[in-house]
């Protein structure tokens, strides 16, 4: 299992909703609704421009190169964002928890051997 997938498992659905729409408000969080909107007027415009027996592939092309698109924007502002926090020392780098769940929050590579502390 994934870090991510420990991590959402440990948070309720309030929580995740809590986070969900906090995000949302947030300058990302309103550009990727707009971005998603405009996507959407685009997948529909190519289906309405589509010729007969080609609406569906029209559709899925238009939707899912804008997505590769909007994936890779985004991608490259969260790592954007992850890296100026680690630079400002604003941001755990390690990742690794110890027997309790508690994060390390070290620089990577601090662990050296794999014995335990």
Known sequence: MSRKNKNTEKRTA?????A???????????????????????????GEAAKHGEI?????????????????????????????KIEAGQSRICGKTDEEGKECGGDLGHHGSKKKR
């Open 56 to 84: 569906l592939d029209d559709m899925e092309t238009t939707l899912m190169a804008g997505g590769r698109e909007l994936l890779r924007e985004f991608m490259e502002k969260a790592v954007a964002k992850k890296v100026a």
């Open 20 to 46: 969900r729409e906090k995000m949302m408000e947030s300058p990302e969080g309103r550009l990727l609704q707009e971005r998603l909107a405009v996507l959407w007027e685009e997948v529909e415009q190519a």
């Open 14 to 18: 309030e929580e995740r909703d809590a």
